[in-house]
């Protein structure tokens, strides 16, 4: 059977159309084990799986104050996720008939502070991740470097990538991003892919999948890839193909520049975005500590569908991946 041992638990809710998830309270030590009551045989291993029902017996430690479980039952929890970063794992359950109240049972012990925990803060709160509208290359994405091609992922400081003109470019910082699709609004969220010459020129040579804030250079305007999309070569990704999570990556230069993504022109971070949204943060603030604001390139900017010029959305709806 699935088990999982855990350490701590609390209590989440969502508030309104928050994007995140409020803390009802701090992680309380409570150590038990999680079992679905099921086994995998045929897979040679056992898993958490959408379905699988857990049920947990209360009077909890006095400790422990669960306000939306009356102390002294039994209620049955759904699975509804497993949420990784780099501090500790997190199994998510929920209440059966209610999606905004639910459980992060998580392997931290009772050192764990406040600021270590999942981000699960109420939009509303002047430090609320907007991690979903990060532009970022999804994993996997080619970047045109001196020595050919190379995946995003693998990129670190100080490599030398190639701007949009062939020159040689250091990557000052390579910022990451875990994003968790339970948490965000799917629309919003989804990423767009280019299918292979969907931008013209045979542009990008190969499919392309950025979040939909990212911008990509077409006939001199920088456009943001949910801008774009057209319904045939240009689409939203459905989050089903992307997993219960997925990784994100931008690269920063010293400027704001135009790079070669898949072939494709795309810009590199411009810190109208904050860093803060990284889950790597804390490696730029050691290497870079405050830096000056850095300075745009000076590119009209279409940020929506109505904003891109006539002649882009002419050139990209005409196509497709056999153009």
């Known amino acids: 059977m699935a088990t999982w041992d855990y350490l701590s638990i609390i209590e989440y809710e969502r508030t309104g159309q928050s994007f995140n998830f409020k803390n009802s309270g701090n992680f309380v030590d409570y150590s038990g084990t999680l079992d679905d009551g099921q086994s995998a045989p045929t897979l040679g291993y056992d898993t958490f799986e959408d379905g699988d029902t857990f049920d947990i017996t209360t009077p909890m430690p006095s400790t422990v104050t669960l306000v939306n ?31 905004d109240i639910g459980f992060f049972f998580g392997q931290v012990d009772s050192t764990t502070a406040n600021d270590d925990l999942p981000n699960i803060v109420n939009e509303n709160d002047p430090e609320f991740d907007n991690g979903e509208f990060t532009p970022c290359f999804v994993q996997g994405t080619l970047i045109a470097t001196p020595c050919g091609d190379r995946k995003v992922e693998t990129l670190k400081t100080g490599d030398l990538i190639l701007n949009a003109v062939g020159v040689p470019i250091r990557v000052k910082w390579v910022g990451r991003k875990t994003i968790l699709p339970l948490f965000r609004p799917a629309e919003r969220l989804m990423p767009v892919r280019f299918a292979a010459g969907s931008l013209g020129d045979g542009l990008p040579h190969a499919d ?4 939909a804030d990212h911008a990509m250079l077409v006939d001199g305007v920088l456009c943001n890839a949910g801008a774009l999309v057209n319904g045939s070569s240009i689409m939203r990704v459905p989050l089903a193909e992307m997993g219960e999570r997925f990784t994100v990556y931008h690269i920063e230069t010293e400027a ?24 790597n943060f ?13 300075e745009e390139l000076p590119l009209p900017r279409a940020m929506s569908a109505r904003q891109v010029p006539a002649g882009v959305r002419r050139k990209t709806v005409s196509r497709g991946r056999l153009a």
């Open 256 to 279: 704001h520049e135009i790079i070669l993504a898949n072939g494709a022109p795309a810009e590199t971070f411009i810190d109208n975005v904050s860093r803060r949204v990284f889950d």
């Open 282 to 294: 804390a490696e730029f603030e050691a290497m870079y500590g405050d830096v000056p604001e850095m």
């Open 208 to 211: 392309l999948t950025v979040t």
């Open 69 to 99: 479980i009356p102390q002294a039952s039994s209620v049955t929890l759904t699975y509804v996720g497993t949420y990784v970063t780099d501090v500790a794992t997190y199994v998510i359950l929920g209440l059966p008939g209610n999606p």
